[in-house]
T-cell receptor, first 113, second 113 residues
Framework: QKEVEQDPGPLSVPEGAIVSLNCTYS??????FMWYRQYSRKGPELLMY????GNKEDGRFTAQVDKSSKYISLFIRDSQPSDSATYLC?????????????FGKGTSLLVTP | GAGVSQSPSNKVTEKGKDVELRCDPI?????LYWYRQSLGQGLEFLIY????????KSGLPSDRFSAERTGGSVSTLTIQRTQQEDSAVYLC???????????FGSGTRLTVV
C-alpha cells in the first residue's frame, strides 16, 4: 500500500464551483502537510502547507488536516478556469532524508467557463 | 537567482549514453532535493543534500545514478548507461532546511530512445 493515496480524477467543475480535493495517508508520523499545484510541463508550485491538525486559509484556498483520521483536504472557492491543473498532496517528517516529501499521484482538475 | 533553475529543460539521448542534469538552487537555501516524475509513478524522492554534508542517497533507483553538490550550491545528477525506463521528468527543489515545503524548478524532461 502506498503511503499517500489520492484520487487521480479527472475532476471537472463549472466556473464558480467549490472544489474539494482529498488525500489519505498511512504513516501517523507525518508532521508537515502540503498542497502543490502543477501546470502542464511546469514544476510543482507550493500552494499551502500546514503543521498539525486544523484549518489554514489563504484567499480562495483552505487546507484541512485531520491527523486522527489521517485525512487532508484542499478546498477551492469560486473556482476559475486558471485553477485548471494537477493538484498534488504531499507530506513529510524529519528524517535522514531531511524533509523528503511523500506525494500522492495528483488529481487533475478542469474548471470550465 | 529568484527561483530554482534547471538545465537543460529537455534532453533526448540514446540508450546506453550518459547524461548530466544541472540544478541551480535558490541562493542561501541549504537543502537540495532531486525527484523523478514519471507517468503512473508520481513523484519519487531520489537524493537529499544538506549544505556540505554527505547526501542521503536512499532514493536512488540503481548505482547508475549519482549526484554531487559543489560548494553547497549547484548540483549535478548523472545517469550512466541510460535505459528507456529512465525516461521521466527530473525535478530539483531547494529549501532553507525547515519543514515548510520547498520550491521546485521546472524540471528536465529526459527521453531515452
Amino acid at each position: 500500500q502506498k503511503e499517500v493515496e489520492q484520487d487521480p480524477g479527472p475532476l471537472s467543475v463549472p466556473e464558480g464551483a467549490i472544489v474539494s480535493l482529498n488525500c489519505t495517508y498511512s504513516n501517523s508520523a507525518f508532521q508537515y502537510f502540503m498542497w502543490y499545484r502543477q501546470y502542464s510541463r511546469k514544476g510543482p508550485e507550493l500552494l499551502m502547507y500546514t503543521y498539525s491538525s486544523g484549518n489554514k486559509e489563504d484567499g480562495r484556498f483552505t487546507a484541512q488536516v485531520d491527523k486522527s483520521s489521517k485525512y487532508i483536504s484542499l478546498f477551492i472557492r469560486d473556482s476559475q478556469p486558471s485553477d485548471s491543473a494537477t493538484y498534488l498532496c504531499a507530506m513529510s517528517l524529519n528524517s535522514n532524508s531531511g524533509y523528503a516529501l511523500n506525494f500522492g499521484k495528483g488529481t487533475s482538475l478542469l474548471v470550465t467557463p | 537567482g529568484a527561483g530554482v533553475s534547471q538545465s537543460p529543460s529537455n534532453k533526448v539521448t540514446e540508450k546506453g549514453k550518459d547524461v548530466e542534469l544541472r540544478c541551480d538552487p535558490i541562493s542561501g537555501h541549504t537543502a537540495l532535493y532531486w525527484y523523478r516524475q514519471s507517468l503512473g509513478q508520481g513523484l519519487e524522492f531520489l537524493i537529499y543534500f544538506q549544505g556540505n554534508s554527505a547526501p542521503d542517497k536512499s532514493g536512488l533507483p540503481s548505482d547508475r545514478f549519482s549526484a554531487e553538490r559543489t560548494g553547497g550550491s549547484v548540483s549535478t545528477l548523472t545517469i550512466q548507461r541510460t535505459q528507456q525506463e529512465d525516461s521521466a521528468v527530473y525535478l530539483c527543489a531547494s529549501s532553507p532546511g525547515t519543514g515548510g515545503g520547498y520550491t521546485f524548478g521546472s524540471g528536465t524532461r529526459l527521453t531515452v530512445v
